[in-house]
Structures are given as C-alpha cells and as structure tokens.
C-alpha cells in the first residue's frame, strides 16, 4: 500500500526544503550556542543597556510586511519578538527567513530593544535554521487581543498524540513540569527523613500488594509465567522483615482492568514503610507532606482549583468509617457484614440491600471519600475490606486503617501491618488522583 500523497501544505514545505539545500543551507542543525532563554531576556532588559543575545525556539507566529518580517519564538520558559529587517540581515540571510514557516526550530541573535508598542523585542542580526517542520502544527491563528482561534482541541487527538499537544499548548508542558516537581519534592520529604528507596522486581512470579487483575508476560529463557506488578507493597514488606526500618519506592504498577478518565492501565504509586510505629503516626507523616508539598508549589497549603479551595493545613479532621457509612448511607456496617454473616438468609439480605446501594452509585468504599472535606481521615474500616491490616486490639472487627480524601476521591491510604519483624506501614499515593488535583491535568 502505497503512503498518502502529501497535503498542499506540505508539499509547499518541502519545496521550501529543496530551496534551503540548494542554497547550502541545512536544514537540520547540529548544535547551537543558546545564550538566553525567553524569560531571561525578558527580565534582563534594561533600556540603558546595549544588550546582544542569542535564542533558540519554536516559531509560533510570523508576520511577513515586505522588507520586514515580525515573528515570536517560543521556549520552555515563554515568548519573546523577533524583528528580522532585511538591511540588517542582508539579502542571502533574509531570504531565508522568506522561506521560514510557523512550527520551524531557529537560532536568533541581535541586539534586544522595545518598540513602540512597548513590546520587548529581538532585532535579529543572525538567524540560523535549526530544524525545518515538514508537517504543520495545529496552532491555529491569533488574532489583535492575543486569543488563539483553531488551536488543537480535540480530547482525543491531544491524548493520542501528545507530541503534538505539548508542542502547542504551553499549559500541557507545565503539567509535565509541575508532575516532576511533584515527584522531586516527595522523594526529598522522604529521604531527609532517612527512608532508604528501594527497586522492586515489576515481572513478578506470584503478583499480590492489591486486588487488581495483572498482564500477563512469559520469560523466554525460563520458560516461565511473569506477571506485571500490581503494586510493590509485597518486596517493600521483604525489605521491612530484613532490616531495612524504612523504606520506599515510587514505581510504576500495572493493572489489567478498566480504562477511564481517572484509571490507567499504567500509572505510578508511591508506597512507604515504616517499622515500630502505627497508624496514627503515618497520619501526622502524610499531613506534613501533603501540606509541605502543597506550600512548596504554591507558596501556601490552600489552593484554588475547579472553583473550590483545598485547604491541607494541619491537623486534618478525622471521621470514623462506620459513622460516615451510617450517615449517608443508612447502613450499620458491622451489623450486616459481620454480624448477619453467620446466617445464609441474613447475608442474602444483606446482598439485595448492597445491590440496591450499588444501584444508587453509593458504594460504601466511595461514601466516605464523598462526604469528607478536602484533607481529612476516615479511619478505621472493617476487617473484611482490607485483608492486609492489622485489626485493632480494642475492637477486633475493625482494622486500623485511615484513608485521606481529596475532591471527593480518596488520595492515600494509611494502615498498620503485622510481619514477622516490627509493624510497618504502608501509604499509597497515587498519581492520578492527588497530582491531578495539584496540577491540575
């Protein structure tokens, strides 16, 4: 099958292409000498001052008026002016600025001036050609206010092809940027508290940690079944047994389920444990973190996303489980999961009353997330949700477990463990629920 014949568009770009390397031109460069960035330029100006500086970006728009032409050239750090006239380039030079196109990766140096709109501006007395753009990106047009009109907005297409989404929407890369910062900072709060990271296997003989269906894998060489992890919590607990009084990972797990805007197939968690200490003590961990992590990015643990404000100042509140349920839900928990089992007929009951919960999209699991504020606990659950914590020793149906809610949706669990060495812990972060919140992706 024979590729698709070139669009209008790109095949004036790749005329273009032919003039550039009859003319000795490379189209695609090597290396240049970047002495500024967009943002530097932009706070270093100084009227008074005879500055020269050179930059490298993406052209995002371009404005040709005869013997001058205006463009901004983008970066990581934002926009600046470009100014090419072609008395200062010369003829050969500004010729190739005619043949220059929007998405197209160049080199400018000159002179940094105002104009008189009292833009910042570079008068560009060098351009070099680093990268030519065959293919058009979607930037659409901008018109006299500065609001972008055509721009890439399709949902799926900006998913799928997320080069090209970074490449037109600034605020996509900042997620990017502000995700890494995320990432740094907990790592940081971790290690400065002596917590050792670790790496754990991610093809797995026996998958555990979480109930999640895993992918499926075969190692050639062994001629042996692996599994994708699911989580690290079951090789963290190893470490803990083995000496290691604290330790952590940040990895990526992987579950064959359910594919929506809040659920990936591939996603990254955090898991930290700590012996000698339960789970009251990882509360007063996790708020510091949270609210550190949160003043660390916006200088301050209240932010304002989605027209609501979250508020991480510590000490957060605490609701038990049980009551939330009861509240809201209309359901004794630990009458009709612990007590009514012992019977076939009141299990059945209390199946045909579950369903009818389920119907209302009111699972008990998602009710106290709902009810609670933007940072706050709901602890201890029953000992049949989770089989991995310990139960309390003043009320054996319950298990000490603490899990924090955020926008409605659970953000961290917290529970106490029994191993064979000293108890542990075990929060989980998730990417997807908390980041998204602070990034607002």
């Known amino acids: 099958m024979s590729a698709p014949a070139p669009s209008f568009v790109e095949a004036a770009r790749r005329e273009k292409l032919k003039e550039l390397r009859q003319r000795g031109i490379a189209p695609f460069a090597y290396r240049y000498e970047r002495t500024h960035t967009a943002a530097e330029v932009l706070t270093a100006f100084a009227p008074e001052r005879d500055t020269t500086v050179s930059v490298a970006g993406r052209l995002v728009s371009l404005r040709s008026h005869g013997k001058t032409t205006f463009a901004h050239l983008e970066d990581p750090t934002g926009r600046i002016q470009l100014y090419f006239k072609r008395e200062d380039l010369g003829e050969a030079a500004y010729e190739v600025v005619r043949l220059l196109d929007l998405g197209d990766i160049v080199g400018v140096s000159g002179a940094v001036f105002r104009t008189k709109t009292q833009e910042i501006t570079i008068r560009a007395r060098e351009v070099t050609l680093l990268a030519k753009a065959l293919r058009p990106l979607p930037l659409g047009k901008e018109d006299e206010t500065g609001e972008r009109h055509g721009a890439l907005a399709d949902p799926e297409t900006r998913y799928r092809q997320r080069y090209a989404d970074l490449a037109v929407h600034p605020d996509a890369r900042a997620v990017f940027t502000l995700r890494a910062r995320v990432i740094g900072y907990l790592r940081r709060f971790l290690d400065q508290r002596g917590y050792v990271e670790v790496e754990t296997p991610v093809l797995q003989p026996l998958y555990g940690g979480a109930l999640a269906r895993p992918f499926l894998t075969h190692h050639n060489a062994l001629d042996a079944r692996l599994y994708l992890r699911i989580a690290t919590e079951l090789y963290l607990k190893r470490c803990i047994v083995g000496g290691l009084e604290k330790v952590y990972e940040i990895g990526k797990d992987f ?187």
């Open 255 to 441: 579950r064959n389920e359910g594919l929506d805007r809040l659920h990936n197939p591939e996603f990254t968690m955090l898991e930290f444990y700590q012996a000698y200490i339960d789970y009251a003590d990882v509360m007063g961990i996790l708020e510091a973190m949270l609210s550190g992590l949160v003043t660390e990015l916006y200088g301050g643990p209240a932010i304002e996303r989605f027209g609501k404000t979250f508020n991480l100042t510590p000490p957060w509140p605490r609701r038990a489980y049980r009551a939330l349920v009861a509240e809201h839900a209309k359901i004794d928990l630990a009458r009709r999961i612990v007590a009514d089992f012992h019977s076939k007929e009141a299990a059945e009951e209390a199946s045909r009353h579950f369903d009818s919960v389920i119907r209302k999209k009111e699972m008990p699991d998602e009710i106290p997330e709902k009810a609670l504020p933007s940072g706050a606990y709901s602890l201890s659950a029953l000992l049949l949700s989770s089989g991995l914590a310990s139960s309390r020793t003043e009320a054996k149906r319950l298990i000490e477990q603490a899990a924090v809610s955020i926008d409605g949706r659970r953000a961290a669990d917290d529970d106490t463990l029994n191993l064979v060495a000293p108890r542990g812990i075990v929060l989980k972060v998730g990417k997807r629920k908390f980041v998204r919140i602070v990034a607002k992706a």
